[in-house]
């Protein structure tokens, strides 16, 4: 069983910044890999950015050169910085994990972004 907690999110006004970070109950370095998704009211959840056990990182278009997701395998912990944010990333954030043959979910954290 793995237990992910997320920090982070809050508001923030258009062109921001603004950080979440994902803290998993054990090591991460055996993930087959780990990331983000969100869900905005009304919408399906939606993959944000991933990073996989050999550090390769998969971004959605929408979001390709303005989010960076990172891992720190010492403290079981990957973040997501988010720059220049526009309102449509606001969201309910969720941190994901693919571990053997199972997947697990954080709780979700609200990041909201005011034009």
């Known amino acids: 069983q793995v237990q992910l907690v997320e920090s982070g999110g809050g508001l923030v006004q258009a062109g921001g910044s603004l950080s979440v970070s994902c803290k998993a109950s054990r090591s991460i370095f055996s993930f087959n890999v780990i990331g983000w998704y969100r869900q905005a009211p009304g919408k399906q959840r939606e993959l944000v950015a991933r990073?996989?056990?050999?550090?390769?990182?998969n971004y959605a278009d929408s979001v390709i050169g303005r989010f960076t997701i990172s891992r720190d395998i010492t403290k079981n912990t990957v973040h997501l910085q988010m720059n220049s944010l526009k309102a449509e990333d606001t969201a309910v954030y969720y941190c994901?994990?693919?571990?053997?043959?199972?997947?697990?979910w954080g709780q979700g954290i609200q990041v909201t972004v005011s034009s």
């Open positions: 990073i996989w056990s050999g550090g390769r990182a």
């Open positions: 994901n994990a693919d571990v053997v043959s199972n997947t697990y």
